[in-house]
């Protein structure tokens, strides 16, 4: 068989190894797409322009915890990149934070209380509404978030840019995220359900 490719998208400093069980195996090969050139990349653009990669170039994309760094009206222009740059079999593993979770925490008033400890630190809504503060105060501004998503949104957000089929996921505390996954055309619901069973956690 022959190894596919899946496209890392703001792959930061990861690897496949901290993307989903499903791509972190020898079938897979990652290619890293980053707008930071510092950590290395395959490729650098961002996901408003991914002219760097060909048309129906890739059987994947894996995208964790970046379409909410863009503008509201950025956010089409994206998913249509990775529908692009998908083959027709192709698909969209992508994950972000949750806002009707971490609003139930605004709504109770604990904005600036811990939602969760990460392996960075303690996590606040207010971080996960608006990026991780610590970073952005050493100047790194691409941890800025300037949309969200509830489950609902997203799901509809990814039918109206061309994705046939989406399986979703939502996770509250201590998680705050959504997780889809989102084909280019038509899958059987079996088939889906077991793509997601091997891309979600």
């Not at 222009?77 to 972000?96: D, H, Q």
């Not at 610590?134 to 800025?144: D, H, Q, R, S, V």
């Not at 939502?170 to 079996?190: G, I």
Request: charged residues 20%.
């Amino acid at each position: 068989m022959n190894q596919k490719t899946f496209l890392h998208v703001g792959c930061g400093p990861k690897h496949k190894d901290k993307t989903t069980r499903g791509f972190n195996t020898p079938d897979w090969k990652e290619l890293r797409f980053d707008i930071d050139q510092s950590v290395n990349p395959d490729i650098i653009g961002t996901m408003t322009d991914m002219s760097a990669v060909a048309d129906a170039s890739v059987d994947a994309i894996f995208s964790s915890h970046n379409i909410e760094h863009l503008y509201p009206h950025e956010v089409e222009v994206a998913l249509k990149e990775f529908t692009r740059v998908l083959k027709p079999s192709g698909f969209l593993v992508i994950t972000c934070p949750d806002l009707q979770s971490v609003c139930a925490l605004v709504a109770e008033d604990k904005l600036l209380e811990p939602a969760y400890v990460a392996s960075a630190g303690p996590i606040t809504p207010l971080d996960i509404l608006y990026g991780h503060r610590p970073p952005m105060a050493k100047g790194n501004l691409y941890m800025a978030h300037r949309c969200g998503f509830t489950e609902k949104v997203l799901v509809g957000t990814l039918r109206s840019c061309g994705f046939a089929t989406v399986a979703s996921r939502r996770r509250v505390h201590p998680h705050y995220d959504l997780y889809a996954v989102a084909t280019k055309t038509t899958m059987a619901e079996s088939d889906l359900r077991e793509l997601a069973g091997t891309h979600m956690p």
